[in-house]
Each structure stands twice: as C-alpha cells, then as structure tokens.
C-alpha cells in the first residue's frame, strides 16, 4: 500500500505539474477568451441578473431550473478546496498563490461558459425523459469520427470513477474527522447518518438534488462569507498590506517569515493554478453536466449562467478564505513543535484568530461539513449521468444506491491512496475536455456572436429567439435533443423507435467542426 500511495503520488504530480495539464488548463482558458472576446468580463452581469436575480428562463424544456442548475454545479465545487484548497496553496506557494488562484478563476469563467454551452446545444434525453448532456456527449456528437468517441467515452470513464473518489469517499471523511475533533461524534455515526441524508435526495434524482440545492448553497455560502468579512472588517487596517503582499508576491516569490520556509516563484504559480482549478473545475468539464438539465431558451444563456458558479467560487469565497488567512498572519504562524501551521488547520486558526471563543473551529467546521455535503450530492448528479451515458439508464437507481453506501465507507477508512487516485482521475477527466474546446472553439464563438448579436442583454423572449434563430444551422439539431431516448442514438444500443415519436434521428447530422 505504502508503495501504491508513493506511485500515485508521482502519477498525480506529473498530471497537476508544471509541464502538463498547469499549462494546458491556462492555456486553454486564455485562448477561449481570445476567441470570444472576454465575455466573461462584460457579459458578467447579465449573467448575473438571469440566473441568480431572474432565476428562471423564458423555457419549459430541461428538468431544473437555470439557477437550480447553477446552485447544483456549485454545490459540486464549493467544497474543501474553498477551506483546506486555499490553505494549502498559501501554505507552501505564499500568498502569492492567491493572485494565480484569480487568474485561474478569471480565464477558468471563459473554459467553463464553453463546456456548458455545448452541454446544453448537444445535451439529448434518456428513456426517463431526463436531460443527458456534458463531455460524454458533446465530444462524440460535435466532433465527427474515431476521435470524438474515444475523447467521450474517456471522459465517461474518468468521471465515473472520480465521482467515488473526489466527490464522495474523500468528502465524507473530511466531514467525519472534523465532526470528530469538533464535537466527538464518532466516524461511524456520522457515516451513518450521511448515508440515510443523501439516499434521500438521490432516490428522487436530478429535481431532488435541485430542490435541496437551490436552497441549501445559498445559506452554506452566506454563512461562511458573513463570517469571513466579519474578520475581515475586525482587521481592516491589514487588508490593503495584505493586496500589497499578494501581488509582491505572485512576480518575486515568497521571502521565509514566521514559520513559512519561502517559496519560489513558480511554486506560487504551480499551487495557485492547481488549487484553484481544484476549486472551481473549469475546463474539468463535470459542471457542464448539471448546465445540461437547465431549462433554457438557448444554449449561450446558459453557458454565461454557468459561468457566474467560477466567479462565486474563486472571485468570492475563495478571496474571502485567503484574506482572512493573510490578515490574521495564520500563513507564517508556527504550532506547538515550532513548525508552520498545517493546511487542514490553518483555515481553522485563522478564523479561531480572528473570531472570539471557539466560533472560528465551530463555523469552519460546519462550513466544512455543508460544503462537503453538497459536493456529493452534485458529484452524485455527475457520476449518474456517466454511469447513464457507459450502461443506459437502468443502472442509474443502483448506481444512486450504491454510491450512498460508499459514503458509509469513506466516512470509516483511512483514504490516503484515495485522495492520490482521485486527483489523477480529476486530471485525467479534464483532458479529453479541454481537447474538445480547443477543437470545437470555432463553433463556440461563432454561435456565441450570432447569439449576443441579437440579444446582448439576455431579455429575448422564446418566440424571440425562435425568430433569429430559426434558420441557423444546428437549431432544429438542439430540438431533437428533447426527444425521449435520443441519448440512445450515441451509445451503441438500439433505439427504440416507440419512444422518439415518430422521428427518425438516425440520419441528423450535427455541426461540423
């Protein structure tokens, strides 16, 4: 095991360093910006006023809402890596670390409004009628030949085996030990008691999942940022030296001070990119699944929806964490042996830092435990429509099952190797991805542009769009999507043709690259 553990760990290294996936991510990121001129930047609030202040679009077709959709995919990412992430990453990079985590978050808004966008435009139905869209589609039906094929179907893979890893087993144990250190409750019990929670939301599917998130994430991220700037108000005068530091440090490195040994530039870089997409996600592809079940009147509109869930993510909580970290002087602080603080405790003594008594350990702990509950819960949604697009949707409930029983298991276990094969599987699911936006990248920003021509502050009606959209290629594509069981005609297995209403799908073509 201990060999096991050490190769992995090299595995995992090589896939988040410097020289492979770093580059790509960023890469990728910034070439999309380009080619889309920075929407991110200008088309922020608008996507802002639709899906968090509007909510809802002008669409009956998809099974949640578009901010259902959004709180669904944040509920996925919003997670340890918003707490120990961070933490980690000004531990060893300096807090420097924190500027490449905003960039990261910045030109991540650019690969993240990409892969919802062609979540929703190449997204089918299964046989219950549910949406099925992200990467394991997209990538066989918008890229012709072998090639997209194996891109989705690698996709599938890796994903399905992460959903048991980064987004079940390893979050459950950080709730487990936490609740442990905090309030002495006992791993197993609380294992238990996850198990039952999230069975209950998961029998009842993607429309449970958004009931429960679409309330739940609004109240863990308000909860956990009031408390943030309640610091940070306490220790205002430290904030503008904190600015100052950060962006010192992300061009020259990190001197040693306190307990912190100093870091190097590219340390900085490497633990800022890799947290912060650790964080957010873009460019993994695993939120353009739940983009995939919004109702929507376009793809473009969703795509900028889902878009804001990186702003919140990086820009927001994961500023909040890092300042306060920085303010309160936890990164260069020393524990009892006289060695810096721990990453999984330096969220933890900040807070307790800069909040009376023992509200800090009491609010990151519980902050902790809602931002880990939910990310299973969204990874559940994600894991499910792999096992849907791999086996078809018989095996969704089982899989629903069973993935509630593992939480049991990592909520008990020790889960070092793990953690090690969860990041190689989250790596590796982003490659296929990130290969298929650059492919499709023309087609992204050609429709994008046709769509913002005609509607640039996201107010046009259905009827509306109906009318500019009507005679553009791939429209009446998008619409067979809403056939039940047309995720079928992409996986190999015969089409029932009782289920699609009379339409042949066999003979429509989709876009070229």
């Known amino acids: 095991m201990e060999q096991l553990e050490t190769t992995l760990g090299d595995i995992g290294s090589f896939v988040w360093g410097p020289f492979f996936l770093i580059p790509l991510l960023l890469g990728t990121g910034l070439y999309l910006s380009i080619r889309l001129g920075f929407l991110q930047f200008h088309k922020l609030f608008p996507a802002i006023n639709l899906g968090i202040i509007r909510r809802r679009d002008d669409s009956e077709e998809g099974d949640i809402s578009q901010f259902q959709a959004l709180t669904t995919a944040l509920a996925a990412t919003v997670g340890t890596g918003n707490i120990v992430g961070v933490a980690t990453a000004i531990g060893i990079g300096g807090p420097g670390a924190l500027f490449w985590m905003w960039v990261t978050g910045l030109l991540g808004m650019a690969s993240k409004y990409s892969e919802a966008y062609l979540a929703v435009r190449f997204r089918t139905t299964d046989e219950a009628g549910d949406k099925s869209g992200g990467p394991q589609y997209y990538l066989q039906k918008a890229i012709r030949g072998p090639l997209g094929k194996v891109l989705a179907l690698s996709f599938a893979v890796f994903a399905f085996l992460a959903s048991f890893g980064i987004g079940n087993m390893t979050q459950a144990n950080s709730i487990a030990a936490n609740v442990e250190e905090s309030f002495g409750l006992l791993p197993w019990i609380t294992g238990i008691i996850l198990t039952v929670l999230t069975l209950l939301v998961l029998v009842g599917g993607i429309k449970s999942i958004g009931r429960v998130t679409s309330t739940f994430v609004p109240i863990m991220i308000v909860f956990y940022v009031a408390a943030a700037l309640y610091i940070l108000i306490a220790n205002i005068g430290g904030i503008p030296q904190a600015f100052a530091l950060i962006f010192t ?3 020259t490195g990190t001197a040693a001070t306190g307990g912190f040994v100093g870091s190097a530039l590219i340390i900085a870089i490497q633990y800022g990119v890799a947290r912060g997409v650790f964080s957010n996600e873009s460019g993994m592809g695993s939120a353009a699944i739940a983009a995939a079940a919004a109702q929507t009147t376009h793809p473009v509109r969703q795509g900028l929806v889902s878009m804001t869930q990186t702003f919140i993510d990086t820009i927001i909580v994961v500023t909040c964490t890092g300042l306060v970290i920085i303010t309160t002087g936890t990164w260069s602080q020393v524990d009892e042996t006289g060695q810096q603080v721990s990453a999984a405790l330096m969220t933890g003594e900040a807070f307790s830092t800069g909040l009376p008594g023992q509200w800090g350990h009491w609010i990151v702990t519980i902050g902790l435990v809602m931002f880990a509950f939910s990310t299973i819960l969204g990874w559940s949604y994600y894991g499910e429509r792999n096992v849907e697009r791999l086996f078809g949707q018989r095996l969704v409930m089982p899989y629903r099952v069973v993935f509630s029983l593992v939480v049991f298991i990592g909520s008990t276990i020790p889960l070092a190797v793990v953690w090690n094969f969860s990041d190689i599987m989250n790596g590796l699911m982003a490659l ?13 920003a050609r429709e994008t542009k046709h769509y913002l021509r005609h509607d640039p502050k996201l107010v046009a009606t259905a009827a509306e769009i109906e ?11 998008w619409k067979s999507g809403n056939v039940v069981g047309s995720s079928r005609t992409h996986t190999g297995r015969s089409l029932d043709p009782r289920r699609v209403h009379d ?5 429509r073509s989709t876009d070229a690259v």
């Open 249 to 251: 440090d992300a061009f």
């Open 432 to 444: 296929p991805n990130l290969i298929g936006l650059l492919i499709l990248s023309g087609l992204i």
């Open 467 to 477: 009318a500019f959209m009507v005679d553009r290629p791939g429209w009446a594509d």
């Open 503 to 507: 339409k042949d799908l066999s003979d």
